[in-house]
């Protein structure tokens, strides 16, 4: 089916919290029902939705989670598939119902206040602007514009889907079927905020283009500023009738009161009078630079807090302290009078620099060799593992050697395995304590390291038995599983 043909919004029935608005102070607003009222406009409502449909027509709802919404959309399909006084075409059955928290009403703050702080804060909103105005501890309409933005472009993307039906139902509230609309038709801050509100279970209907496929909007929105033009013009047309007839015009109830226009309300600051200096007062350093702020910025120049007049951040500054010195006499008052010590930088200056930053070394060259201030060297013997992180992975690994001592290695292994040598020369020593190449035993013997990439202790693999043993001990452990790293 693809885009539905209808978009119909429905604001709620008529509830007990607009019967009687002192009830928000007790009961929670999502849990207000509906009066006896209420019920007979939803099921009226429905009446006028089954009328209003074609026979094969196929709907989805979609309802805020109050309570006052949600029987609403009970009351409405409740006569929608009642077979009184036909058998209705639509069943409960081939509807789908779905709550959306996105759809609620905006959040007036929890329990509200009394009454009189209510309507002061409704004043407070109509001369701020109802837009913007964001209710204590609850939302604005802006905010509740966030959210109905986000269910427009889930809304739009079902819409794709083939099976989607073709009449979609919103019960929602006043407040948010006018911000639907704004986000759907891009209306302004100021159209908004001059709409009136939507009357309860009144359908605004948008129906589809066959060509375009864009929805234009049945009914015609009621706005204040329409209101005061008819009323101007009722007006107008009253004074005219008595200005043909030649009668005076009776003052009406409201006409007899004092007319004395009253001064504006101050909603910020402080409407009812300032205290807050009274237990408070700004520190004389920061009156003093505000006061040097405002005078820079009008163009005047004094001198500032420490007795200069470059207006500078860095004229407000404390000064450092100075290095004090070795006193020059002991009846002097004034600490940062001493002149501070000299020192000689020109030795420095010839000597290697040892800061990154160029800053001169006072360590002397006989100072270093003294203190043989080098840098550790690497044991030959440490054997740091194949990952190079000393680690068990190279307990059975050699240390670093050339490709042909390798291979000699490798042989000579070989030989004594075949042969069963448990002597020295199974690392190819001869008679003369001399290898096969010439060279020294302690030059083609190798120190292993142990699990944790440690070299072992210069007293051990001494004798030639016990290395060979620790050889063939590695080589079993290379073999097996417990001597893999994996």
């Known amino acids: 089916m693809g885009r539905p043909r209808l978009i119909i919004l429905i604001r709620h029935a008529q509830s007990e919290g607009n019967k009687n608005r002192e009830i928000h102070q007790t ?3 999502h849990r207000v029902k509906l009066t ?4 007979n406009q939803a099921r009226e409502a429905g009446r006028r939705l089954r009328a209003l449909l074609r026979p094969d027509d196929t709907l989805q709802f979609y309802t805020s989670p109050y309570r006052r919404t949600r029987e609403t959309t009970e009351g409405i399909l409740e006569t929608l598939t009642s077979d009184e006084p036909d058998p209705s075409p639509f069943k409960r059955s081939n509807m789908t119902v779905y709550e959306e928290p996105r759809l609620r009403e905006q959040d007036f703050g929890n329990f509200q206040p ?4 209510m309507e002061r804060m409704w004043q407070e909103r109509a001369d701020y602007g109802h837009f913007f105005y964001r209710i204590p501890n609850g939302e604005s309409a802006a905010d509740a514009y966030d959210r109905v933005s986000g269910f427009n472009e889930s809304l739009w993307r079902q819409f794709g889907e083939d099976d989607f039906p073709s009449v979609c139902v919103l019960v929602t509230h006043g407040l948010m079927s006018r911000v639907f609309l704004m986000k ?17 279970c009144e359908f605004l209907i948008m129906e589809k283009q066959a060509d375009g496929g864009k929805y234009d909007l049945v009914n015609k929105l009621r706005t204040w ?13 009253e004074d005219k009738e008595l200005a043909d007839t030649g009668k005076e015009k009776e003052p009406k109830k409201l006409e007899r009161q004092d007319t004395t226009q009253l001064p504006q309300r101050k909603w910020g600051g402080c409407p009812l009078g300032c ?13 003093e630079l505000r006061k040097h702020d405002e005078n820079s910025a009008n163009g005047f120049t004094h001198p500032g807090v420490n007795g200069n007049g470059n207006g500078t951040i860095a004229s407000r500054r404390t000064p450092a302290k100075k290095i004090q010195g070795p006193s020059i006499s002991d009846d002097s008052d004034d600490p940062h009078g001493a002149e501070p010590p000299h020192i000689d930088v020109t030795k420095a200056q010839e000597e290697v620099v040892s800061s990154p930053d160029g800053t001169p070394s006072y360590i002397t060259i006989d100072d270093r060799l003294r203190n043989a201030l080098k840098t550790p060297q690497k044991s030959s013997f440490l054997h740091t593992g194949r990952d190079f992180g000393g680690t068990y992975s190279g307990h059975a690994s050699e240390e670093e050697v050339s490709e042909t001592d390798a291979r000699e290695q490798l042989a000579a292994k070989a030989a004594r395995v075949k042969n069963g040598e448990r002597s020295g020369a199974a690392n190819g020593s001869t008679a003369n304590g001399s290898t096969a190449n010439g060279r020294e035993p302690s030059r083609t013997r190798h ?3 142990n699990k944790l990439g440690d070299a072992p202790n210069s007293d051990q693999g001494s004798d030639g038995d016990n290395e060979a043993e620790d050889l063939d001990k590695a080589e079993r452990e290379d073999r097996s599983i417990r001597g893999s790293v994996y």
């Open 27 to 29: 009961i929670p607003d």
């Open 36 to 39: 006896s009222e209420g019920w």
């Open 275 to 287: 205290d807050h200096g009274k237990n408070f007062k700004i520190r004389g350093d920061l009156a």
């Open 447 to 449: 120190s292993h390291a």
């Open 184 to 200: 759907w038709y891009h209306f302004s801050v100021e159209y908004f905020e001059d709409l009136r509100n939507v009357n309860h």
């Open 114 to 117: 009394c009454s009189a702080e």
């Open 225 to 237: 500023s329409e209101l005061r033009r008819e009323r101007a013009a009722l007006k107008a047309k």
